[in-house]
């Protein structure tokens, strides 16, 4: 099993940044891929972020060059820094992780961290 601990939301001002972060515990060393999704009022979850275990990383057109997928060095953590931020970038923000395990793949989620972007 993995936990997911999300922390960094907040209010910020059109322009401004801020920086996610999702400690990971448990069965740490079984994580492949990690990512972050969105979900705003009323919309379906998105995909916002994801990041290999080899590093490779992928991101929605719509924060292509205002947002940063890491990882920690112990990769037991996860960053998404926002840059730029947009009212539309208003949500709550997920934390993910998968697990190819013998049994399959075996998916993860934080409890969410709410970023509002508002004047």
């Known amino acids: 099993q993995v936990q997911l601990v999300e922390s960094g939301g907040g209010l910020v001002q059109p322009g401004g940044s801020l920086r996610l972060s999702c400690a990971a515990s448990g069965s740490i060393f079984s994580i492949s891929a990690m990512a972050w999704f969105r979900q705003a009022p009323g919309k379906q979850r998105e995909l916002v972020a994801s990041i290999t275990g080899g590093g490779n990383t992928n991101y929605v057109d719509s924060v292509k060059g205002r947002f940063a997928i890491s990882r920690g060095d112990a990769k037991n953590w996860l960053y998404l820094q926002m840059n730029s931020l947009k009212p539309e970038d208003t949500a709550v923000y997920y934390c993910?992780?998968?697990?190819?395990?013998?049994?399959?793949?075996?998916?993860?989620w934080g409890q969410g961290t709410q970023v509002t972007v508002s004047s």
């Open positions: 993910y992780a998968n697990s190819v395990l013998p049994g399959g793949l075996h998916t993860y």
